[in-house]
Nanobody
């Protein structure tokens, strides 16, 4: 059974940085699509940064372009989300997710196409 466990959230001041980690067990990131999503209170869950290595599809949401970056460590079966220049509007619960299929540039940002989800980690950016 695939399991995803996020860590690295916390409280940070505006302009600060955090790195989130997503450790995968029961599967591998190499063959499918991985996404970072976030959900702020009263808002819908949105795609933040998603990628599919086999077909080299990458997606960054407009609010985070130039500030967030994904990376992966295959030896640790872990995906990271480096978040720089954080803003109060980045405050949300962040989730990592994996899809059992290779997604396109259109579908990769949509949470409905992901099959496995972590429990989420809270990120709070103070002003």
């Amino acid at each position: 059974e695939v399991q995803l466990v996020e860590s690295g959230g916390g409280l940070v001041q505006t302009g600060g940085s955090l790195r989130l980690s997503c450790a995968l067990s029961g599967g591998t990131f190499d063959d499918y699509t991985v996404g970072w999503f976030r959900q702020a209170p009263g808002k819908e869950r949105e795609g933040v940064a998603c990628f599919s290595l086999p077909d080299r599809v990458f997606y960054y949401g407009d609010p985070v372009k130039g500030r967030f970056a994904v990376s992966s460590d295959h030896a640790k079966n872990t995906v990271y989300l480096q978040m720089n220049s954080l803003k109060p509007e980045d405050t949300a619960v962040y989730y990592c997710a994996e899809s059992g299929q290779l997604l396109t540039v259109i579908t990769i940002r949509r949470d409905a196409f992901y099959d496995y989800w972590g429990q989420g980690t809270q990120v709070t950016v103070s002003s």
